[in-house]
C-alpha cells in the first residue's frame, strides 16, 4: 500500500517546488510553462496560483519513498499483478481488483 503524501515535505515557494520537481522532469517542464505564462503578464496572483497548483506535485515529489511506491503499483498493475491489493472508493470502502468487497479493517 502506497503512503501518503506529506504536505510539509516541501515549502510553498516557487523555488522549493522548482527542485522537488527535479524528481519528475515532465511536471517541472509543465510547471516552468506555467510559471513562465504567468510571468510574462506580470501577474503576482497567477504566479501564486501557479505555486499552489504545483505545490502537491512536489510534496509528492519531495515525499521519501512516495513516487517509487505509486511507479511501482503501476508496474505491477500494468502487469496484471494485482495480489493483495486493495483499493478504496471515496466513501472508503475497499474492493480487490476484480471489484469484490472486501473487509479491510486493521490493514493499512
Known amino acids: 500500500m502506497v503512503a501518503e503524501v506529506d504536505p510539509e515535505a516541501c515549502e510553498r515557494t516557487p523555488e522549493a517546488v522548482r527542485t522537488a520537481l527535479q524528481r519528475r522532469p515532465d511536471w517541472l517542464q509543465a510547471f516552468e510553462q506555467d510559471w513562465l505564462s504567468a510571468a ?4 503576482q496572483e497567477a504566479l501564486a496560483g501557479v505555486v499552489d497548483k504545483w505545490f502537491p506535485f512536489a510534496c509528492a515529489c519531495a515525499t521519501p519513498g512516495y ?3 505509486v511507479e511501482h503499483t503501476i508496474k505491477r498493475m500494468s502487469e496484471g499483478d494485482t495480489e493483495g491489493m486493495v483499493f478504496q472508493d471515496e466513501d472508503g470502502n475497499a474492493y480487490d481488483a476484480e471489484n469484490n468487497p472486501v473487509d479491510a479493517r486493521g490493514r493499512g
Open 40 to 43: 510574462a503578464d506580470f501577474d
Open 67 to 69: 513516487l517509487d511506491d
